[in-house]
């Protein structure tokens, strides 16, 4: 069980777990309670378009990668507000057009093809000193933004109109808000690829809705879960030899049927 940590890799990608396992729910918790959890998964397909550009000018894909979500992010702000009715379709032109970018730089870099599948699916072993280094950045950045901005950001997810009579700058917090979405789902790829980041950031918070009442004790949770799934996948994942995303996924959905069952156990 202990010979896992002789490896220096599987030491980096844990550290990388716990980052993300931290960070990902704490910005998710507010995504959830908002109805946009299809804006981490948009996003994290935008990523895609920033990873291939990275591999075809020879820059770091995870900068190009954050420096694309950001843009995303500001893109699905900027038509929410042109489409306040139907906020759902700047979710759907930005996740097609982000999709649509990928395929094309895709197809022009031939070469780097198997490369850009680590950052599809996740891998254990490309997780390397820089992208730690990066995800410690942003995963301190993360903590800071929602303690900073703890309650504005929950009168906003709650009640955007009453926090907006209570003198909160909706469009200002909306934006700052997207755009550190976009650092957290940009940087989690490495580890769990970009086709299942986005569930890092939904189960483990729709687990802790079962459980706990409050907001504040769902975010608690939601990290908590978060990281039993991540650090319980990876190790499984090492010792079965299987893919890490999906692995960590699994773990994460078997922990959200125990909290449904456990619910229904206890009000039954």
């Known amino acids: 069980m202990l010979e896992i940590f002789d490896y220096d890799f599987m030491i980096r990608a844990l550290l990388a777990g716990g980052l993300i396992g931290i960070m990902c729910p704490l910005i998710g918790s507010f995504l959830v309670v908002r109805r946009l959890s299809l804006v981490a998964d948009t996003l994290a397909h935008v990523s895609l378009a920033g990873v291939a550009t990275g591999m075809l000018i ?4 995870i900068l190009t ?9 500001l893109f699905i702000e900027q038509l929410r507000k042109a489409y306040r009715t139907y906020g759902e379709i700047s979710i759907a032109i930005v996740l097609s057009g982000g999709l649509a970018i990928a395929i094309v730089l895709i197809g022009l870099g031939k070469g780097f093809n198997l490369d850009v599948f680590s950052y599809l699916f996740g891998s ?21 933004f929602v303690t900073i901005f703890y309650k504005r950001l929950f009168a ?6 009453q926090a907006q009579l209570r003198g909160v700058s909706t469009a200002g917090l909306n934006a700052l808000y997207m755009m550190m979405t976009a650092l957290v ?3 989690s790829i490495r580890v769990v690829g970009v086709l299942l980041v986005s569930s890092l950031i ?8 079962q459980i706990v009442r409050s907001f504040r004790n769902l975010v608690f949770a939601a990290v908590g879960i978060a990281l039993t799934g991540i650090i319980s996948g990876l190790v ?9 995303g999906g692995t960590i996924v699994l773990m994460l959905l078997a922990v959200l049927i125990g909290a449904i069952s456990l619910k229904k156990y206890l009000t039954a």
């Open 65 to 73: 990668a954050m420096l694309f979500a950001f843009i995303g992010a």
């Open 58 to 61: 020879g820059v770091y894909p």
């Open 185 to 187: 789902v940009s940087v």
């Open 202 to 209: 939904v189960i483990p918070v729709a687990a802790a809705m």
């Open 156 to 161: 906003l997810s709650f009640d955007e109109e």
């Open 124 to 144: 254990i072993i490309a997780v390397s000193a820089t992208d730690l280094q990066v995800m410690s950045g942003v995963a301190v950045a993360a903590i800071l």
């Open 236 to 244: 499984l994942s090492f010792h079965l030899d299987l893919a890490p």
